[in-house]
């Protein structure tokens, strides 16, 4: 399936009903006085957070939604049927903001959590509403309220715990798929990935973590250079970077230490934000390096990127360090969700596994 983390879409609530004026007209009984309803409530326009959707591809093709009017009111005191409502499935993850304003409207960050996008007009009243002990024949009503319309801008972050960070061929894709169950495209060019792949790392049973991978950045990838510049955004909403830097580059003449640097002052270009996220250094593709001069090599980056976070040293390829790598990650992630954890009120109806329509 195509990525899709950007889209444009018209959204229409539904009008409401007109309100009726009518008269009881039944034989033997004069006077029978106003019995007009009121008109029904348009449909409102929900959008739900669904976890089984990871794009916005859905919206790609559609753009435009529009709910049922509400029915008008009649006579003998009916009131009009209220209108359908409809209920946009979106990916965990969606920023949906005005399109015209750039006003963030909602965040959908939570599986089943469910927002109104556009309300339903209300109803007329019907010529029943305004009876009165002085007005005891009314022949007011009131036409329905018109519903919200409105064009939405919707944009997905990808809700990920851990994000991978590096130049292309860093062995970001090796290092998802050696620890967890995604299967990104491996090939020895660059710009492999092209669009963000998400793992879930098992840890135990009932112990996992989400781990994401985006395409490599490459220096002036803040500025929309390469790929990475699209992607960044999917870095901003995890709690863990992990700078993966290639200590064997296939050129010759290419510079970890450089190509490191390089990449940290992107991120502070774009976001100072995710450039101030916990963020830990890994160092890849041990395997290349002879075994006598690892020691050296690493030793000879951190001191001269001037590093003392914590430290990994690892082959994605043989899976050399990743064990511990995992269970550090773990640790941290949960202890930051435990402090972060808050409340959000869920419909029960969107809740996952259950079928909201």
Request: proline share 6%.
């Amino acid at each position: 399936m195509k990525f899709v983390d950007e889209a444009t879409i018209d959204v229409a609530a539904g009008d409401g009903g007109n309100g009726c004026a009518s008269f009881r007209h039944e034989k033997y009984k004069e006077f029978g006085g106003p019995d007009g309803g009121d008109g029904g409530r348009g449909g409102h326009v929900f959008a739900v957070a669904d976890a089984s959707l990871n794009t916005l591809v859905d919206f790609r093709f559609t753009r435009r939604f529009e709910a049922h009017r509400g029915e008008h009111g009649k006579g003998s005191d009916m009131f009009g049927v209220k209108g359908d409502d409809i209920v946009l499935k979106m990916p965990v993850g969606t920023i949906i903001a005005d399109a015209e304003t750039g006003e963030v409207l909602h965040e959908l960050l939570q599986p089943g959590e469910q927002v109104t996008i556009a309300k339903g007009g209300d109803g007329g009243f019907g010529n029943m509403h305004y009876k009165s002990s002085t007005n005891r024949a009314p022949r007011q009503k009131t036409p329905g309220w018109p519903g919200e319309k409105r064009t939405l801008k919707l944009e997905l972050k990808v809700l990920a715990d851990v994000g991978l960070l590096g130049m292309p061929n860093a062995g970001k894709s090796t290092l998802i798929a050696a620890i967890s169950n995604a299967r990104p495209k491996i090939a020895d060019y660059p710009f492999t990935t092209l669009h963000p792949n998400l793992g879930v790392v098992r840890v135990a049973p009932e112990k996992s973590f989400v781990v994401a991978d985006v395409p490599g950045l490459i220096e002036g990838a803040s500025e929309g250079a390469g790929l990475g510049h699209q992607f960044l955004r999917h870095l901003q909403r995890t709690r863990l970077l992990l700078h993966i830097v290639d200590v064997a580059p296939f050129d010759e003449g290419v510079d970890p230490v450089a190509q490191a640097k390089a990449i940290v002052a992107e991120l502070k270009k774009f976001d100072q934000k995710l450039y101030d996220k916990p963020r830990w250094l890994v160092l890849n593709k041990l395997d290349m390096v002879p075994a006598e001069e690892r020691e050296a090599r690493v030793k000879d980056i951190v001191k001269r990127l001037r590093y003392k976070g914590p430290l990994f040293e690892i082959s994605a390829l043989t899976r050399e360090g990743c064990e511990l790598l995992v269970q550090k990650i773990y640790q941290h992630v949960a202890q930051v969700h435990q402090s972060q954890q808050e409340p959000v009120e869920v419909d029960p109806r969107f809740a996952a596994g259950a079928d909201p329509l």
